[in-house]
């Protein structure tokens, strides 16, 4: 599979550290990267059968099993776009970062995130990309009622998040959190992370490795 981004409208402005892009992936494409997504959560929840309170799909899980996913995190033309989106020279952040490259999903009645920031653990800015894969509910437009918000300058934001668009925000400075999803919904989020500067210090490195074994391990943010 060869995707290509394409965005269909101007760059958008990234002066509040946040931007939403529509229509992201060719529709084509972007079905098939979905059933690869598809295909994983099924898998995970047979070898998982606990997962009650939403859950996420590790950066290890998903090279052997979405190696399209993998592939586009890690392709020169995302790494482009993102660049152009936050007017900075970003690239992949490592391997080893279960951040990296993860998918989360909310399934369950009341899964969410409450508020938080997106720990950076290396030398430059970070930033946060989202594309939402699937978002099914019972909203008026189809969607779940499970909605991202920012908070900034002590305002509140809700940030659209349906299938096939793409935000990039500077998770590090900007506060957010996810709504409880509503009784049948399903909202299934592929999560990157892109860095100016991705070496780390010894310190950053252990802190970085507390954060992984608190969100992938014990799922510390999903309260
Ligand atoms: O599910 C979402 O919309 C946000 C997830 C999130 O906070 C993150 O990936 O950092
Ligand atoms: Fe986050």
Redesign the pocket.
């Known amino acids: 599979m060869d995707p290509h981004f394409a965005l269909d409208s101007p760059l958008p402005s990234f002066a509040q550290r946040l931007a939403m892009m529509d229509n992201i992936l060719p529709p084509d494409d972007f079905v098939r990267l979905v059933g690869e997504v598809e295909d994983l959560v099924e898998t995970e929840r047979s070898y998982l059968p606990a997962h009650k309170k939403g859950g996420t799909v590790a950066y290890e899980t998903l090279e052997r099993q979405a190696p399209n996913l993998v592939e586009l995190y890690r392709s020169s033309e995302l790494c482009s776009l993102v660049s152009d989106v936050v007017r900075l020279k970003v690239e992949a952040t490592p391997l080893h970062d279960q ?1 990296s490259c ?1 998918v ?1 999903f ?1 399934e369950k009645p009341g899964d969410h ?1 409450g508020w ?1 920031y ?1 720990h950076n653990f290396y030398r430059g800015r970070h930033f ?1 990309v ?1 594309v ?1 894969m699937v978002n099914r509910g019972r909203e008026p437009n189809g969607l779940s009622q ?1 909605r ?1 918000m920012a908070r900034q300058n002590g305002r509140d934001q809700i940030i659209p ?1 349906p299938p096939n668009s793409m ?1 990039v925000f500077e ?1 590090a400075r900007v506060r ?3 709504t409880p999803i509503g009784e049948g919904e399903r ?1 299934v ?1 592929w ?1 990157m992370t892109f860095c100016a500067d991705p070496r780390n210090s010894a310190l950053q490195g252990v802190a970085r490795r507390v954060k992984d074994t608190a969100f992938f391990g014990f799922r510390a943010l999903w309260t």
């Open positions: 951040s993860s989360l909310y995130i938080h997106d946060t989202l939402p499970a991202l998040t935000i998770g957010h959190k996810v909202r989020i999560s």
